[in-house]
């Protein structure tokens, strides 16, 4: 059975149905704002012999749609309509929590070290920027990488001493009671702005409901 279209309410096929159209030429603009606050004004002026077709269809909608609900294939495209919301939810909370704790300040003492190849990277790039002639990010890369892989472990080295004494000055750092305990504040800190970021969004879930069923009122008010 094919899926049927989820039911709209008479309001809102009266307002898909051609009337938003003519309130933006009516009204001059198609601010969101305006253009609902005129079409609430008209729809609740038009008559009920004129609001009938359009609720007459709504009731069609809704039929169908509450039919297809109950047979097999509409529990199964409902069900994994849900999960595919949840994981559109969940995918969101993460990037906005990572996010959030990248805007966390971080010390420098706390920074990992960069290796020798990004030492090296850091150092070479406004020089084959202006060897290229381009700022272009892949070619930059693909050049620089072709300049490390062709020098010697000689020429390497002094890349790889600094990032060396770079790791050791920071496990040192991490080591000692200081560098621990601002280790331990940053991870809180982090932490505590992940949290934040979740418990805002459990917030928005609990006034969900409200807001759809205001909305609702609204639009069929």
Request: cysteine-free; proline content about 3%; hydrophobic content about 35%.
């Amino acid at each position: 059975m094919a899926a049927p279209a989820k039911p709209q309410t008479a309001y809102f096929l009266w307002l898909n149905g051609g009337a938003r159209e003519q309130i933006f030429k009516v009204i001059g603009t198609k601010d969101a704002g305006q253009v609902g606050k005129k079409a609430g004004e008209m729809w609740k002026a038009l008559s009920a012999s004129a609001k009938a077709p359009f609720e007459k269809k709504a009731k069609e909608q809704k039929d169908a749609w509450e039919k297809y609900k109950n047979t097999d294939d509409g529990k199964k495209a409902l069900e994994e309509a849900k999960a595919d919301r949840k994981e559109a939810k969940q995918e969101k909370l993460e990037k906005n929590a990572k996010k959030a704790a990248k805007a966390v300040e971080k010390d420098d003492k706390l920074k990992k070290p960069s290796s020798a190849y990004f030492l090296f990277t850091n150092d070479k790039r406004e020089e084959v920027m202006k060897s290229l002639g381009s700022k272009d990010f892949g070619a930059v890369a693909r050049k620089i990488s072709e300049m490390w892989k062709g020098m010697s472990d000689a020429a390497k080295k002094p890349w790889e001493d600094k990032a060396k004494a770079q790791k050791d000055a920071y496990d040192k750092y991490i080591a000692s009671p200081e560098g621990a305990a601002a280790l331990a504040a940053y991870k809180e800190q982090v932490k505590e702005a992940k949290d934040g970021v979740k418990g805002k969004r459990a917030a928005a879930d609990e006034e969900e409901p409200e807001k759809k069923r205001a909305k609702s009122a609204v639009a069929g008010a």
